[in-house]
């Protein structure tokens, strides 16, 4: 072979060797750029679920106390709208106190919710339902026809209650634990 034509080849195989690094790195390059991009989105949605997560824990304390005051204020607010003449409204005061108590809560159960995942939404769920029976339970022990009262019942509501607040606990424990790691 002559001189000419080796410098020809080495200058071809050179050229595609060039290529080929630049093409592979450009690809390693897109990738790390993926992945760094990947793992700043896992750890903001980290940080708001967080957040939404710390938020839904407070007002569902703040929600939950607010319906064991209601029950331990029963007496009270039963005696005072009798001698206000004004028991023909218990059921609707009760009802309406029971709804404020969920309204604290309904915007962060709907952010938890959101941002996921599906073992926090289950979770919420089972808060929601069990919230709602305890509602309506106070609500049916307001009403003058359902007497006379089964109290019996809400120590049964109020561990469901404090049992539905503890598994979302232990789904965003779970949430939390796992770290943001590329490719994931």
Do not use: C
């Not at 939404?121 to 808060?127: S, Y």
Request: charged share 25%.
């Amino acid at each position: 072979m002559d001189p000419g034509w080796a410098a020809i080849i080495a200058a071809i195989a050179a050229g595609v060797f060039g290529i080929t690094g630049i093409l592979a790195g450009i690809t390693v390059g897109r990738r790390q750029t993926t992945d760094q991009a990947d793992v700043e989105h896992q750890q903001w949605l980290r940080g708001q679920r967080q957040d939404a997560y710390v938020q839904l824990l407070d007002t569902w304390d703040q929600a939950v106390d607010a319906l064991e005051q209601l029950a331990e204020d029963w007496t009270v607010i039963e005696v005072e709208m009798d001698a206000q003449g004004q028991i023909d409204d218990f059921q609707q005061t009760i009802q309406q106190r029971a709804e404020r108590a969920r309204q604290i809560m309904v915007k962060p159960m709907d952010r938890a919710t959101l941002l996921g995942p599906e073992s926090v939404d289950r979770a919420v769920a089972r808060m929601d339902t069990a919230f709602d029976n305890a509602q309506a339970w106070l609500g049916q022990q307001a009403n003058p026809a359902e007497a006379p009262q089964h109290w019996d019942q809400w120590g049964r509501l109020l561990t469901i209650l404090h049992d539905g607040r503890q598994g979302f606990l232990e789904a965003a424990k779970e949430t939390m634990g796992r770290s943001p790691r590329p490719g994931r």
